[in-house]
T-cell receptor
Framework: GEDVEQSLFLSVREGDSSVINCTYT??????LYWYKQEPGAGLQLLTY?????DMKQDQRLTVLLNKKDKHLSLRIADTQTGDSAIYFCAESTSGTYKYIFGTGTRLKVLA | DADVTQTPRNRITKTGKRIMLECSQT?????MYWYRQDPGLGLQLIYY???????NKGEISDGYSVSRQAQAKFSLSLESAIPNQTALYFC???????????FGQGTRLTVV
């Protein structure tokens, strides 16, 4: 079945770049997503990438997709303390409209 | 006002009680979902609905039921709550594309 995996923790210094990684098993995944969850809040959709794309950039966020290795990454440039949160990777397959989420990566930004 | 509203935000209930969590949305989306979040386990899909007449089980539907009362309303019920149903519950919506789901603020449920 579908599975999405992420490492649980990442710690970076303010101003550095953060790279959060994700692997997925479903080769028919159509869209892949990154969400951010701040304490006490719901998940906020940050960005998504279609499976026929290799890269997508949106301001400080860069998403890289290696479809052959089923690997997705989110790079946050110039990481700020406000970026401290849990980041979830998710995938969906066209026609199912179900979103399968990873376990989340807790990003801690050190001042 | 939030696009996806969940009530209540927090609830403590006793083992064996019936409880309903409610979700309403103003986004006009057809698709609605209930997820459960446990630390270290990510989000698990409980039920989802693609329109008022369509209800589908997710990965962990046992012990839960849902009702889609209208396009904008989707409620989750625990018929007889048990302590391992203590978790954070999220409602989400999406449109007919695959452009991602939009989440409510969550309901923190504690079963004692």
């Amino acid at each position: 079945g579908e599975d999405v995996e992420q490492s649980l923790f990442l710690s970076v210094r303010e101003g550095d770049s953060s790279v959060i990684n994700c692997t997925y098993t479903d080769s028919s995944s159509t869209y892949l997503y990154w969400y951010k969850q701040e304490p006490g809040a719901g998940l906020q959709l940050l960005t998504y990438i279609f499976s026929n794309m290799d890269m997508k950039q949106d301001q400080r966020l860069t998403v890289l997709l290696n479809k052959k290795d089923k690997h997705l990454s989110l790079r946050i440039a110039d990481t700020q303390t406000g970026d401290s949160a849990i980041y979830f990777c998710a995938e969906s397959t066209s026609g199912t409209y179900k979103y399968i989420f990873g376990t989340g990566t807790r990003l801690k930004v050190l001042a | 006002d939030a696009d996806v509203t969940q009530t209540p935000r927090n609830r403590i209930t006793k083992t064996g009680k019936r409880i309903m969590l409610e979700c309403s949305q103003t986004k006009g989306h057809d698709r609605m979902y209930w997820y459960r979040q446990d630390p270290g386990l990510g989000l698990q899909l409980i039920y989802y609905s693609f329109d008022v007449k369509d209800i589908n089980k997710g990965e962990i539907s046992d012990g839960y039921s849902v009702s889609r009362q209208a396009q904008a309303k989707f409620s989750l019920s625990l018929e007889s709550a048990i302590p391992n149903q203590t978790a954070l519950y999220f409602c989400a919506t999406s449109d007919r594309g695959d452009r991602g789901a939009f989440f409510g603020q969550g309901t923190r449920l504690t079963v004692v």
